[in-house]
């Protein structure tokens, strides 16, 4: 495989992976089927649809609630011009009480509406609905964003969205140009990036990535100089890090398999949780994504129980990971 070595060209191979195609080449097709299988795509986003106030892309939000929920809307179109004003503060005010992850579970009220922001993924035995239903979400990445409101020219490197809701940050680098995971972009996130700005403030998001061609490091909770990641790598001969992947960049499980359709839905329905109670303001709770579990072990192996994948090894090893990022929290101490 021939080597970009720019940031852009690592971002331009994520966007492909997950659409079939890029910004570079969006009017062209990506060729080869395994690249664009269809239950592997995503859409692809452009920066212009971020509304960074509420931290959605406009267009694919109202795009999924049109196309899956007309008669819920319809009831709230009947209250006056500014009803899609009225869902957007309504997310808002509950995103910041409850967070993302709750309201992709539970969904939205809005006076006599009741939206689902996210179909769950279905089982094996589940019905052609359930699965119809999963198929309409839509799973979109965007370049560059635009998340500022105080400063428009700071961007993300790439959010990736459910329904246009943003569940995933990047920030990506490339050591062929001396610029590492480990230290550059996590040095982004902790001094560079506005944390008071809706997309980076806690719980609107479910996780924040420091991304290289080598290794990925995580944290859901960006705090300035005190944020924490963890390793987000399958580990090597006993060892940290990821294996060689003759077929392209080490880190490529993370775009090929993690971030599957399937994968997020599972990480989202059985793995991910928001620890804490309701009643404690949400910048007091703890919100859990589970870390990888050794290579061949994780979200590339498979579906829940239930459906003859290997998830139950991610589950866990998500128990294990919770174990440690509770013990970094509570003691200070850096798991790597």
């Not at 995580?218 to 005190?226: D, I, N, S, V």
Request: aromatic fraction near 10%; hydrophobic fraction near 35%; charged fraction near 20%.
């Amino acid at each position: 495989m021939v080597s970009q070595t720019n940031e852009q060209a690592l971002e331009a191979a994520i966007e492909q992976q997950l659409t079939g195609t890029c910004l570079e080449h969006r009017d062209r097709v990506a060729e080869g089927g395994a690249t664009v299988a269809p239950n592997h795509v995503y859409r692809l986003g452009y920066a212009q649809d971020f509304n960074a106030h509420y931290a959605v892309d406009n267009q694919q939000f109202w795009a999924f609630l049109e196309a899956t929920q007309g008669d819920e809307l319809a009831k709230l179109q009947k209250s006056g011009a500014d009803w899609q004003q009225k869902i957007l503060d309504r997310y808002d005010r509950l995103v910041k009480k409850y967070g993302l992850l709750h309201l992709l579970k539970k969904g939205l009220d809005v006076d006599n509406a009741h939206l689902t922001l996210f179909y769950p993924a279905p089982l094996a035995s589940s019905s052609e609905k359930v699965k119809a239903r999963f198929a309409a979400n839509i799973f979109s990445t965007t370049r560059q964003v635009h998340y500022s409101l105080a400063n428009r020219r700071e961007a993300i490197d790439q959010v990736l969205f459910i329904n246009g809701l943003p569940f995933a940050t990047l920030e990506l680098k490339n050591p062929w140009t001396g610029q590492t995971a480990r230290y550059h972009g996590q040095k982004q996130y902790r001094q560079d990036r506005d944390t008071s700005q809706p997309l980076l403030q806690f719980g609107r998001c479910l996780v924040h990535m420091a991304v290289d061609t080598d290794e990925v490091y995580m944290t859901t909770k960006l705090a300035g100089e005190h944020t924490w990641f963890l390793p987000f790598n399958q580990g090597y001969a006993l060892g940290a890090g990821n294996p060689p992947n003759p077929k392209g960049h080490k880190t490529a499980y993370l775009w090929q398999e993690v971030f599957r359709r399937e994968s997020v839905a599972n990480i989202i329905q059985h793995f991910a949780r928001l620890d804490g109670s309701k009643k404690d303001k949400l910048p007091r709770r703890t919100l859990f994504f589970p870390p990888l579990s050794p290579a061949g072990c994780g979200p590339s192996a498979g579906g829940p129980r239930g459906t003859g994948g290997g998830w139950s090894d991610l589950f866990d090893s998500a128990l294990g990971g919770f174990r440690e990022i509770q013990l970094h929290h509570l003691g200070g101490v850096s798991v790597d």
